[in-house]
């Protein structure tokens, strides 16, 4: 992948670059006890609240779950997640599930009653004039925020959990952190776990012994072994099924893997990152992924921000896909970039290569509509469209469309049903256990 020169970053960012970014908000939680919490924007990510060791807010009480909720200043509020507690969170007696606070709220969580108060900070710590790492582009503040601990972790040895939408440049970051690190001249290997079926997906990790299964007609290694001296990427690690994530955890903790139908074990130097697109606090909320294995991997976490949650980024980025691509920046009008940067892009910055691409091609004629909401690759009216546009790898692609099909019809079934369960579970010739499930997975 092509990283920018300093030249050709120059050029793309003249108009663009804000080295000032406007002071940011902060939010301060006051506990009835009297202790406070203060959270601001350069954190950087989520916090959690909860009663586990892993939240950066912990309380004691018996009625807040382990992780109960996350919170994130997100431009000028603050962003409250349930993360699927068991008691609920409630903004001002209200139970929520995802809110923006602006201040002034009261919030309750198990038997714990907090205040929510903002403030404005007088003076932001100054960002770095940086405005790319390796080959990810972006000048908003956002992106500038996270290219020092970029910096960091590319020199670490340490596992890294890269959390984001879809096409938000996990992958591209992951190689990244690889080739600017001292792991640089070993191999980077990438796992997806959606891309092979669940019953190889064990082979393909630590690989197997001729004659372990059938269809093991010779030795084969893993990818644990292929990635030794350099780094593997487990990408899409939120899928991973259950009964495979124990022997994940025991090869990062003991950097050793045993084939399957081997007697010994291998032992393996590999630095582990790993990509996911799903709330990996609400998997392990949910009992879906395994606590242990969360603070294995999640040493550092980085949140790659949606496309439409900094919309500076959009011409930048535009004009730089435009240049790798082999065409001059220059060739995209205004009056595009400008729609660009209203559109909603749920693939990010795949989806907006794509749209450079087909501009590129088709001129303008590539906007297949022209509402100022529709995503220039994806016509409202058929998802499967919008999905094909992207394209993704056939088994992420096939995902897409069952998950947001699975949604759907979960919706549509709650709703032919005034909400009941045992109902719509029944109509839809599922075990109440099943359907619940899926309503769970598709929330
Ligand atoms: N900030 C960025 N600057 C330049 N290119 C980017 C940036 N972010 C993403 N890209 C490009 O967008 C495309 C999609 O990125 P990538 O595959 O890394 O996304 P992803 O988050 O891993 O997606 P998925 O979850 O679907 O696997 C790639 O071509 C990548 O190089």
Not at 80 to 99: E, I, K, M, P
Not at 212 to 234: K, M, P, W, Y
Request: overall charge neutral.
């Amino acid at each position: 992948m092509h990283s920018p020169t300093d030249d050709e970053l120059s050029t793309l960012l003249s108009t663009r670059f804000d080295p000032n970014p406007a002071p940011e908000a902060s939010f301060v939680l006051t506990v009835a006890s009297g202790e406070t919490f203060e959270i601001a924007a350069s954190h950087g990510g989520r916090l959690l609240l909860g009663s586990g060791p892993a939240c950066e807010l912990r309380l004691t009480d018996r009625e807040l779950s382990r992780r109960h909720a996350s919170l994130e200043v997100v431009d000028r509020s603050l962003r409250l997640v349930d993360l699927g507690s068991t008691n609920g969170t409630f903004v001002n007696g209200v139970r929520v599930r995802d809110a923006l606070l602006v201040g002034g709220e009261q919030l309750r969580v198990g038997g714990i009653v907090l205040r929510i108060e903002r403030s404005v900070l007088d003076a932001p710590p100054p960002l770095p004039p940086v405005v790319s790492f390796g080959p990810l582009v972006g000048a908003s503040t956002e992106m500038r925020r996270l290219y020092p601990l970029c910096e960091r972790l590319a020199a670490a040895n340490v596992p890294v959990i890269i959390e984001g939408e879809t096409g938000t440049g996990k992958e591209a970051l992951a190689e990244a952190l690889h080739t600017m690190g001292p792991r640089a001249q070993g191999p980077f290997v990438v796992f997806d776990c959606t891309a092979v079926p669940p019953n190889l997906v064990e082979s393909e990790l630590f690989g197997h012994e001729k004659g372990a299964f059938t269809g093991a007609t010779a030795q084969r290694r893993g990818v644990f072994e292929l990635a030794s001296g350099g780094t593997l990427l487990i990408d899409e690690i939120g899928d991973l099924d259950a009964s495979l994530q124990p022997k994940l955890l025991r090869a990062v903790e003991r950097s050793e893997v045993r084939r399957i139908g081997g007697d010994k074990p291998i032992r393996v130097d590999v630095r582990i990152l790993a990509a996911t697109r799903r709330d990996l606090d609400k998997e392990v909320q949910a009992g879906r992924f395994r606590d242990d294995l969360f603070h294995r991997l999640a040493v550092t976490r980085i949140e790659l921000p949606p496309l439409r949650e900094r919309r500076g980024d959009i011409t930048v980025l535009a004009r730089w896909l435009c240049h790798q691509l082999g065409a001059d920046a220059s060739a995209l009008p205004h009056d595009v970039l400008k729609r660009w940067e209203r559109e909603p892009w749920p693939g990010n910055v795949r989806q907006l290569r794509n749209a450079v691409a087909r501009f590129l091609a088709l001129g303008d004629l590539a906007a297949p509509s022209t509402s100022p909401t529709a995503s220039p690759n994806a016509p409202a009216t058929d998802p499967i469209s919008g999905v094909l546009s992207e394209r993704l790898p056939f088994a992420r692609a096939r995902e897409r469309i069952m998950a947001d099909f699975e949604r759907r019809y979960v919706e549509q079934m709650l709703a032919d049903h005034g909400g009941d369960i045992v109902r719509a579970a029944e109509a839809s010739g599922m075990s109440r256990r099943y359907f619940t499930m899926l309503r769970a997975r598709t929330r």
